[in-house]
């Protein structure tokens, strides 16, 4: 049976399952007050968010396309992968991001030591800003840096105390890219990467040709942290080798100024994304 989805679409939501700043079910209300009609939940290295999200969007009449961000990790560059309809009990990708979300809690437990050297923060300050059972992160961290007054917000957080050069920073467990898009083929997903123009710049050509053999379906061109030259440069290549292409937000709820469906995906694209997938199904309203 041929079901429908209807546009606008947005496949890059986060929840406070992982970093974002509201439960799934206001993730899923805010994205439709914005006029949104199909949707993905795109929490880092987690899919609890999937039932609640789903629940949600169908009551208010939108599709959802569960996801999922998953860490990875380039040298010293952090290099994040978006996965669709993906199943989310595959073993391989569940032992996988089981272990990033155990070594991001080592992680962060131990970059508050180091903090806590030089700030009046404890570890029971991030757990307060941390929903139970989410993936913990930096902006975590930031959370509990704000509440105690030491910065204003998450961006002054993450341009000091937090950034990859401060002597507070600890690096996360994550898998290499290859492994990343592999291992969410490998549950029948759909992965693309996210934010592929941002500052760091596009990744090596040939880490890209490996990514492609590995199952690399496309490119989140439309985001706001993308820039040229490395913009045009990936536009070429997926005209070249006709690679799905989408647009979304990254919303963070208050966590990011992102606004849901500040960019979208097109149809097109979302059909694509829909057929190429075998790991399970969008839920349609
Ligand atoms: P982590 O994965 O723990 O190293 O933290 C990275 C996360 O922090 C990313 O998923 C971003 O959503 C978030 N982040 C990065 N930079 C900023 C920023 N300047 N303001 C708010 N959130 C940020
Ligand atoms: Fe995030
Ligand atoms: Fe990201
Ligand atoms: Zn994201």
Do not use: C
């Amino acid at each position: 049976m041929q079901r429908r989805f209807a546009g606008p679409s947005d496949l890059h939501l986060h929840s406070d399952h992982s970093d974002g700043t509201e439960p799934p079910a206001k993730v899923m209300a805010s994205a439709h007050r914005h006029g949104l009609r199909t949707v993905a939940l795109t929490d880092h290295d987690t899919t609890s968010g999937w039932a609640e999200a789903a629940d949600a969007a169908t009551s208010l009449g939108m599709t959802l396309l569960p996801g999922m961000e998953l860490s990875a990790r380039h040298e010293w560059r952090s290099v994040h992968v978006l996965g669709y309809l993906f199943d989310p009990d595959d073993r391989d990708l569940r032992d996988l991001t089981d272990r990033i979300r155990d070594s991001r809690l080592n992680r962060a437990r131990s970059m508050a030591d180091r903090i806590s050297r030089d700030y009046d923060l404890r570890w029971a300050d991030i757990v307060a800003q941390t929903a139970a059972g989410a993936t913990v992160g930096r902006p975590h961290i930031a959370d509990a840096l704000v509440a105690k007054g030491f910065v204003r917000d998450r961006g002054e957080a993450f341009a000091g105390i937090l950034h990859p050069r401060s002597d507070y920073y600890i690096a996360l467990y994550a898998p290499d890219p290859v492994t990343a898009v592999a291992a969410i083929a490998g549950a029948g997903g759909v992965p693309i990467v996210a934010h592929p123009a941002g500052r760091a710049g596009l990744l090596p050509a040939a880490l890209t040709e490996r990514m492609l053999d590995a199952g690399l379906a496309g490119y989140e061109l439309g985001h706001r942290e993308n820039a040229e030259p490395a913009l045009s440069r990936l536009q070429a290549l997926v005209a070249r080798r006709d690679l799905i292409v989408t647009g979304s937000s990254d919303y963070h709820g208050v966590g990011k100024p992102n606004i849901p469906g500040e960019h979208t995906t097109s149809d097109d694209m979302v059909a694509r994304i829909i057929e190429r997938a075998t790991g399970s199904a969008p839920v349609y309203p």
